[in-house]
């Protein structure tokens, strides 16, 4: 298994400013995902992080607007830049051991 | 088109009822995931499957792949049940893909 903590757990953030999310696991992992999921849809990958590499955007998001660190095997974070109320979501890292998929308890982010 | 779709979206129960949701997908998979998300945000993985059948208390899981359908079933429901269950597949980096989900309540 793996246990995922993730912090800020909430924030309430004003339009044009930044937020750092932070992912810590508790043992090493070589790729880590972040979703986001806005209000009343399903979760969606921002990017995979890998250890010593760039992350990997899906369609639609940029390194501009949500750079992702990943310093060592355990942790990472993902900023989320410039802010509008369309970024108000849930942000949830994941970790795949296994064939099995473990999340962190996600950061609830309000953008006013 | 979505590469997972859920149904129902929208499901209430009495409690005791016998509960399934529905998930079908469209692409090739090796494994079908069943989550479940709480009201506070957090997901619990319940299952992984690749064929067959599987059980976890009043929880089973089942999955056909030549018709690419699975079914979560809740048998005695209860009150705790109430969530957000979600199907997902895997993606071609170890990510998952996920279905709009199924907003579950329970009542007592």
């Known amino acids: 298994s793996a246990v995922i903590s993730q912090k800020p757990s909430r924030d309430i953030c004003q339009r044009g400013t930044s937020l750092t999310i932070q992912c810590q696991v508790d043992?090493?992992?070589?790729?880590m995902f972040w979703y986001r999921q806005q209000p009343g849809q399903s979760l969606t990958l921002i990017a995979t992080?890998?250890?010593?590499?760039?992350?990997?955007?899906e369609s639609g998001f940029v390194i501009d607007k949500f750079p992702i660190s990943r310093p060592n095997l355990t942790f990472s974070t993902l900023t989320v830049s410039n802010m509008s109320p369309e970024d108000s979501s849930i942000y949830l890292c994941?970790?795949?051991?296994?064939?099995?998929?473990?999340f962190g308890p996600g950061t609830r982010l309000l953008v006013l | 088109k979505n590469e997972v779709e859920q149904s129902p979206q929208n499901l209430t129960a009495q409690e005791g009822e016998f509960i399934t949701i529905n998930c079908s997908y469209s692409v090739g998979i090796s494994a079908l995931h069943w989550l479940q998300q709480h009201p506070g945000g957090g997901i619990v993985s319940l299952f992984m499957?690749?064929?067959g059948k599987k059980k976890h208390g009043r929880l089973i899981a089942t999955i056909n792949i030549q018709e690419k359908h699975s079914s979560l079933h809740i048998t005695a429901s209860h009150p705790r049940d109430s969530a957000v269950y979600i199907c997902a597949i895997g993606g071609s980096q170890g990510n998952l893909i996920f279905g709009k989900g199924t907003k579950l309540s329970v009542k007592p």
């Open positions: 992080a890998n250890q010593g590499s760039e992350a990997t955007y």
């Open positions: 499957l690749s064929s």
């Open positions: 994941s970790v795949e051991r296994g064939g099995a998929q473990y």
């Open positions: 043992s090493q992992v070589t790729m």
